[in-house]
C-alpha cells in the first residue's frame, strides 16, 4: 500500500474518531439528585423528577430534567395551591399546568414559576445545592 494511502486511511480514522468523541461529550445534562433552597422555597429532585414546596403551595416536575450547555432549563410540572386548616373529606387536590424556567451555575440556581393561562410569572426563586431551604406553611 503505497504511503498516500495510509495518510488518508489514517486521516479518515482520527476523523471518524474525533466525531465519536464529540457525540458523547455532548450528552445531555440533568439536574443531580438532591435539594435545592432558599427563602420561601424547597426543591427536591429525585430519579429524574422533582417535588416543589412553597409558603402555602406545592408543585411537581417531571422528568428528565435536560439542561442546555448553558445550564438552562425550560421544564412542565403541576402546581397545587394550599390553604390553612384541616383538608376536608372529598376535598380535590387541584393542580393546574405550571412551566419551571431557568438557570443552574455551579452550586446555584434560578427558578421563575410561571401558571399556564396566567399573564406572568407567579415568582422567582433564588436557590442553593445542598439548601433545605425556608417555608412557611399556610395555618
Known amino acids: 500500500m503505497s504511503s498516500r494511502k495510509l495518510s488518508v486511511i489514517l486521516a479518515l480514522v482520527l476523523l471518524v474518531g474525533g466525531c465519536v468523541t464529540i457525540a458523547v461529550a455532548k450528552k445531555p445534562r440533568t439536574i443531580s ?33 435536560k439542561l442546555d450547555s448553558r445550564g438552562r432549563f425550560s421544564l412542565s410540572g403541576k402546581h397545587f395551591r394550599e390553604h390553612g386548616g384541616p383538608i376536608r373529606m372529598g376535598e380535590e387536590k387541584k393542580g393546574v399546568t405550571a412551566r419551571y424556567t431557568g438557570r443552574i451555575d455551579g452550586e446555584r440556581m434560578t427558578l421563575t414559576v410561571t401558571l399556564v393561562n ?13 439548601s433545605e431551604g425556608r417555608v412557611f406553611k399556610c395555618r
Open 33 to 65: 439528585d438532591g435539594n435545592w433552597g432558599g427563602p420561601h422555597i424547597q426543591l427536591t429532585v429525585q430519579n429524574g423528577s422533582a417535588t416543589i414546596e412553597y409558603d402555602c403551595a406545592n408543585g411537581s416536575i417531571d422528568g428528565p430534567l
Open 118 to 130: 396566567s399573564k406572568g410569572p407567579m415568582g422567582t426563586y433564588q436557590l442553593t445545592r445542598g
